[in-house]
């Protein structure tokens, strides 16, 4: 499942795949795999990501 809501906030900051992967230390690539539903992270990757974009676990993860 597309994680659009991910995808939706990681705009609303005007950052990049690449500019959040650096963020929170993996490639382009997994951040890319995470927005298509290709990849489910791991609690802390989706933690880390949390942080990074001001939202938390429940606005971004779960339904």
């Known amino acids: 499942m597309k994680n ?3 995808k939706s906030a990681r705009a ?9 992967a650096d963020r ?6 997994t951040i890319n795999a995470i927005e298509k ?5 791991t609690i802390n990757l989706c933690i880390a ?10 606005e971004l993860f779960w339904e």
């Open 37 to 41: 539903g290709d990849y489910n992270p």
């Open 49 to 58: 990501i949390c942080k990074e974009l001001g939202k938390t676990l429940d």
């Open 24 to 29: 929170v230390g993996v490639t382009r690539q």
């Open 4 to 6: 659009l809501r991910l």
């Open 12 to 20: 609303a900051l005007d950052l990049s795949q690449q500019a959040l």
